[in-house]
């Protein structure tokens, strides 16, 4: 419990309190995490978990007084805990304070029954009281991804009906020109026809527009 007040009492920007004051910065650092629509996590060094939001227990299913103390892997999907130690260890000795998780396509997290949620995350370091921090806020991305796998089907189809429509028109096209190639020469010939016999004008007239109408 003294870990989670350190933390709770270490906003960024904030001024060390004295004793006194301590139980209200606690309250609204406390506050302001339990509002944020993205889950907070936060465990120490030995990745044991201090703090969890109510986000957090909305995303996981955990509720919060069975998951503070416990260890930072139960949180995780079975294929990432062998390097999860290796990876906080090096971000912990690096130079870089913050960095978001899964650059190449996102985080998967383990709720309590078993399923998995994509999310976007980050994580940040902080040394409070002399002891290291890490603290991960992650985001639900399930809708969205959903939603651009919608799109992307839309997308796909209207592709496809746009390649075949193109293909209709090519055939439809094709079938046409055949016999539209053949009214214009019969017609050709009715037009001269009509020079060398302007007599034959009256019954002729008919098959020399449609030559017009071919022509066109």
Known sequence: RARVRAYRSALPGEEPVQDDNRELVEA??????????DAIVSAD??????YYNDAA????????????????????????????????????SGAIAARRMGERGGVA??????????????????????EVYYTAALRDVSERLRADREREALLSAALEATRQRDEVLSVVSHDLRTPLAGI?????????????????????????EVSRTVQR
């Open 45 to 50: 060094a030995e990745q044991r978990i201090v």
């Open 109 to 130: 997290v383990l709720r309590k029954d078993g399923s998995e949620v994509p999310a976007e995350a980050s994580i940040t370091r902080a040394v409070v009281g002399g």
């Open 184 to 208: 214009g020469m019969t017609a050709s010939l009715v037009e001269r026809m009509l020079k060398a016999h302007p007599e034959l004008a009256s019954l002729v007239e008919p098959l020399a």
């Open 57 to 92: 227990e909305q995303l996981f299913g955990h509720a919060r007084a069975d998951v503070l103390g416990r260890d930072l892997v139960m949180l995780l999907p079975e294929r990432y805990r062998a390097k999860h130690a290796d990876q906080v260890r090096d971000f912990g």
């Open 28 to 37: 609204r650092a406390s506050a302001i995490l339990a509002l944020t629509a």
